[in-house]
């Protein structure tokens, strides 16, 4: 019997650590012409205008300006009077992907479908949606773009952390946590 529970032990410890998952980190990189950025007033609009009067874009679009109301610029201006434009577009994708036996992971599309089958039962699919903040700041006098950046997580699909609303405002902390960050690396930020 002790034999047995030696065996299974190592199995439990597996079980345990496949169900933690990445999205505890967001990834994020960052572009910009290395030079200084001079703070100033900024507007926050959509990269599809079509949503730019819905609620949800709107509570995003807030979301950003609370960060970049952080790091020193102005917002609150309509468009045409300000000296940037932050554009904002956020978007989300599922994992689709077979699963072939219980325990086994398939990495789909950077995304991950793993399998969970309690002893005894049939597997179930778990997948992942994943969700990805990119903002691009312009100066408004000539369109010249002087930064952007991506931060993306992952959050199990149906659960809270999968939405929109859970998942926007972590995702533009980990965005402007080092603004402006360093050009063209990809770093995980810790949520």
């Known amino acids: 019997m002790k034999k047995s529970a030696l065996v299974l032990l190592p199995l439990a410890a597996m079980l345990a650590l ?7 980190y967001a990834e994020v990189v960052r572009f910009h012409t290395n030079q200084p950025m001079n703070r100033g007033t900024i507007a926050i609009v959509p990269a599809d205008p ?10 995003h679009g807030e979301t950003v300006a609370v960060e970049l109301r952080r790091l020193g610029f102005t917002t609150g201006l309509p468009a045409d009077q300000t000296q940037y434009i932050a554009v904002v577009d956020i978007t989300q994708t599922d ?20 399998v969970q089958a309690p002893i005894g039962r049939r597997p179930t699919v778990v997948t992942n949606r994943s969700t990805t903040l990119s903002v ?7 369109g010249v ?3 952007e950046g991506r931060a993306s ?3 199990e699909t149906g ?19 080092d ?4 050009p063209g690396v990809t770093t995980n930020v810790r949520l």
């Open 95 to 114: 994992a689709t992907g077979a699963v072939t036996r219980p325990g086994a992971t398939a990495g789909v599309g950077g995304n991950i479908v793993s």
């Open 145 to 147: 773009m002087i930064w």
């Open 18 to 24: 496949s169900a933690c998952s990445n999205n505890t």
């Open 136 to 142: 691009q700041i312009k100066r408004n006098s000539d």
């Open 153 to 155: 997580k992952e959050a």
């Open 50 to 59: 079509s949503v730019a009067n819905t609620l949800e874009f709107r509570t």
């Open 159 to 177: 659960t809270q952390g999968a939405t929109t609303t859970a998942a926007v405002p972590v995702l533009a902390g980990a965005l402007f946590g």
């Open 179 to 182: 603004f402006p960050g360093t």
